[in-house]
């Protein structure tokens, strides 16, 4: 079984995406092998008030019980709070995904803090999606830089209590997450060198392994491969497919 | 199915025959049945002396010798040198090693005319020239350490200079869907898959707008992977006769093998 940790629906201006309904990409996923993915809205990274298309994310999957959708929340807009109370109370909703780079906060901010209390008292762990694309391959007037790694790792460890899910880290970013803390959980969509799977796994523990993709940003075969490729143990291979995220996410 | 991967990387290292083994036995694991060597390219910075050079090409031929059947070589030159040393270094690669084409990286622009003898000679001897390419606009043209990146432009203008001389302009994803267009009007230019992570879509767009049979699976390993990389083709919305192209058959023509 593989459950999908980061697959995004919608539209990019800069890649033309195959998977234009919630049924296509579904079908996608399945095809891949992919039973289950958490899934974000594009819409929402760079609309002023990601709350309007993490809505329609949820009118749109409620059809679909192997996409969950995942709410981006901006901490520093006014409406946070009550949004976040919102989707908690939406049952289908384990976890929420914050993008500090594109809604242009620090993760030192108060807002920050205040958010990390709620998820704390409400044992939610927190996505935080440290770059969409490769700095190297984005359009030139819009160039965003990945979250600073120094930043998340002092944010997880000052809430210990609080799992962080970090999306797309480099592989050196991946090991460095990891091994500065005790709560930090990393995909595997964009670690790569030659063995990725077992590379990794030669420097952090496999507990602290998630599959994810970055569908529909990148090839979903890649991700795939990435694991099936890999000469690991069955337990390994179980933790980073499907259990850690299932454990994490009280599925 | 035949595959080939017309890019990787062997790493100068303590025991690179030890390395290259490895990476053997992972490129087979998954089928994959010759890889082209390009050498160690940035072990000596943007402008490697001739010793350097020398040293890069050494272990190629080292490494090719012991598994001949599964590595080709190529032969990494930089424009910056004298024509004698080049020819040299050519003529030890390709004519005595058999070696199937030149690498050039970052060095000097791929508009320099320092390049000229370099073409005139890859002509001669008709095989390709494997030139670095990466979007400019994005990452910039000069090196903060020195050197000169090449982006698709400069390779659309080097193709035009040499129309006879085959062309393998690198990275895929680091031209973009821009690269693509750039290298389109000049049938003496091919391009390979890798680059950067597999971002979805630009294979299927290289396909409809230059053609399967212009395309050649890349990985750039070993700071990627073969998976990762493989997953692109494979995963790639092309009909299956057209990844057969793109993962062995078109660089089996261009190289001209025998397997």
Known sequence: MLIDINVSFGNWPFQKFLFDTPGKLERHLKKEGISMAFVSSIESVFYPDPDVYNKILFKKLKIFPSLIPIPIINPFLSNWKELFEEYVAYKKIKTIKILPNYHNYSLSSESVNEMMEKLKERKIPLIIQIRLEDERNQYPLLKIKGVEIEEIIKLANHFPQVPVICLCPYFSEAILLVKETENIYVDISFVECLDTIVTLLKEIPARRVLFGSHTPFLYTRSAVMKIKSADISEKDIQAITFKNVWDLLKL | MLIIDIHTHNILCEQPFKKMEETIRLAKKLGINKLCLLGDVLRFGYNPSPEQIKKINDLTIKLVRRWPEFLIGFCFLNPRHNKKFIFDEIERCIIEENFKGIKLEISVNARDKRLDPIMKKAEELNI?????????????????????????????????????????????????????????????????????????????????ELGPERILYGSDIPGRDFSSQLGRIYGAKIKEKEKRLILGENAQKLLGLKC
Not at chain 2, 128 to 136: E, N, Q, R
Request: aromatic share 8%; net charge positive; hydrophobic share 40%.
């Open chain 2, 128 to 208: 390709v020239v494997l030139h670095h390419s990466w979007d400019t606009s994005v990452i910039g043209r000069k090196i903060k350490s020195g050197g000169y990146q090449s982006d698709p432009s400069d390779i659309a203008e080097l193709a035009c200079r040499f129309p006879k001389v085959k062309i393998i302009m690198a990275h895929l994803s680091g031209g973009g869907i821009k690269g693509i267009l750039k290298i389109k009007p000049f049938p003496n230019v091919w391009v390979d898959t890798s680059g950067s992570q597999p971002f979805s879509g630009i294979i299927e767009y290289a396909v409809k």
